[in-house]
């Protein structure tokens, strides 16, 4: 138990879907970020969040839409997605963003997306 | 680019057995983070390298942070099953970018 919930665990979803991926931190951390981990690629940051504010997009497709309400609980809206948006999404926190170096992620168990 | 070469990329043996893997760059950490994620899960957090020339140990896995912080190094000794899942390294970049910088990984099978 790593402190992070995700739900849902799996998620199957056609291509003109609306569906939300949750993410919940119990570390009391002051940051929270959603990767995409495919086969072959490097962990792939998404978005990140500091304080409830965000502070990174990195050049995600408009169909992904993140939300930070508070500093616990991050969500990442998803509408008319593509097949090759099936991955692994992980959600993560920090004590810290990248102002203060080494920022150790703590991950959740993921959410395995498949788009059809 | 890859800029963090992980190797092996896979790695299959017998329990009891040592082993060795390897996080490379031509860039230069400012820390690096080891993580173990295992089938279904989200990557765990193993230790955190801040010293060139640093070793940590973690019981049988030994950690080494380069002297002039570009690679590291993972390990093991005497591997259990336990020990099977994706061995996952991410450096911070030094200055002021300190982007996170993430490796493919090496996917370690131990054998009962």
């Known amino acids: 138990e790593t402190g992070v919930t995700q739900t849902p665990r799996h998620l199957v979803m056609g291509m003109t879907n609306k569906k939300s991926l949750k993410c919940e931190q119990h570390?009391?951390?002051?940051?929270m970020y959603w990767y995409k981990q495919s086969a072959k690629k490097p962990l792939e940051l998404m978005f990140v969040?500091?304080?409830?504010?965000?502070?990174e997009n990195n050049s995600v497709p408009s169909r992904f839409s993140p939300e930070c309400p508070n500093s616990s609980h991050l969500f990442l809206h998803l509408h008319t997605l593509q097949p090759e948006d099936s991955a692994l999404y992980l959600c993560?926190?920090?004590?810290?963003?990248?102002?203060?170096?080494?920022?150790?992620?703590?991950f959740g168990p993921g959410t395995r997306l498949t788009v059809t | 680019t890859q800029l963090l070469e992980q190797s092996p990329q896979f790695l299959s043996i017998q329990e009891g057995e040592n082993l060795t893997v390897y996080c490379n760059s031509s860039s230069v950490f400012s820390s690096l983070q080891w993580y173990r994620q295992e089938p279904g899960e989200g990557p765990v957090l193993l230790v955190t390298v801040v010293t060139g020339g640093e070793v940590k140990k973690l019981k049988r896995l030994t950690f080494q942070f380069g002297d002039a912080r570009k690679d590291s190094s993972l390990h093991i000794t005497a591997a259990q099953p336990g020990d099977t899942g994706l061995y996952l390294c991410a450096g911070v970049q030094a200055g002021n970018n300190r982007k996170l910088i993430w490796g493919l990984g090496t996917s370690l099978a131990v054998n009962p």
């Open positions: 993560a926190s920090s004590r810290h963003t990248r102002d203060r170096v080494p920022y150790e992620q703590y």
């Open positions: 969040y500091s304080l409830e504010e965000r502070v």
């Open positions: 570390l009391g951390h002051n940051a």
